[in-house]
């Protein structure tokens, strides 16, 4: 297995720039999620899908939007870049439910800079 | 709104030193709590996961411990290595938020030579 893999490694976007950071598991888990890691913020969720079809904003979704046509892909748009959106972005997928199914696993990351 | 904090945010010893991390977190209506390490640059990994109905895990020289009454999970690391050197977060799964975790700042770990 794969397990989680997100591409790009590194971007360069200039302002207003949008573009979309891809995400794929072959794990077949029906929870996707997105999150950005700042310095001395932590990890905060952006979107997450709990299916195919299905997704939710998390605590951090302006500027972002999602979809997930497939169990496997789960892909990140950013509309309109902004320096603010510079960030560590990492992708984790895990089942649904509770116990030991639901842990997650994460993606190496998306190191995204807007100038 | 569930808080997690982790103590303390830096930590560094000499190598062979078993070593505590601390995470506390607010609400104890948890499904679960989730310990990671993330390398420099690296994403995260997944260590170890702790059920709300269990009091503890164990993987090698790492052990996890759940008070989820008290809101504390604690992570031990045996006889620690320069290798161990990362940091560790921990992240809690509330059973309101479905699978969405809440993450900790997490503890920079050194282990000296």
């Known amino acids: 297995n794969a397990g989680v893999t997100q591409t790009p490694k590194f971007q360069v976007l200039k302002t207003g720039q949008s573009m979309t950071l891809q995400c794929a598991q072959d794990m077949n888990h029906e929870y996707m999620s997105w999150y950005r890691q700042d310095p001395g913020m932590g990890l905060r969720l952006i979107h997450y899908?709990?299916?195919?079809?299905?997704?939710d904003q998390g605590e951090v979704p302006n500027g972002y939007n999602v979809s997930r046509s497939t169990t496997e892909d789960f892909p990140l748009r950013l509309l309109s870049a902004a320096p603010s959106q510079t960030s560590v972005y990492f992708c984790?997928?895990?089942?649904?439910?509770?116990?030991?199914?639901?842990?997650?696993?994460f993606g190496p990351g998306t190191r995204l800079t807007v100038l | 709104k569930q808080e997690v904090t982790q103590i303390p945010a830096a930590l560094s010893v000499p190598e062979g030193e078993n070593l505590v991390l601390n995470c506390s977190f607010t609400d104890s209506a948890i499904y679960n709590l989730q310990w990671f390490r993330q390398d420099p640059g690296k994403g995260l990994t997944s260590l170890l996961l702790?059920?709300?109905?269990?009091r503890e895990q164990t993987s090698g020289r790492l052990n996890a411990s759940l008070d989820k009454s008290s809101g504390r999970s604690t992570l031990y690391i045996a006889a620690s290595q320069p290798g161990d050197s990362a940091t560790y977060l921990c992240?809690?799964?509330?059973?309101?938020?479905?699978?969405?975790?809440?993450f900790g700042e997490g503890t920079q770990l050194t282990v000296n030579p």
């Open positions: 899908s709990v299916g195919a079809g299905i997704t």
């Open positions: 984790a997928s895990s089942y649904l439910g509770q116990g030991k199914r639901n842990e997650q696993f």
């Open positions: 992240a809690v799964n509330a059973e309101t938020s479905g699978s969405r975790l809440t």
């Open positions: 702790i059920q709300s109905s269990q």
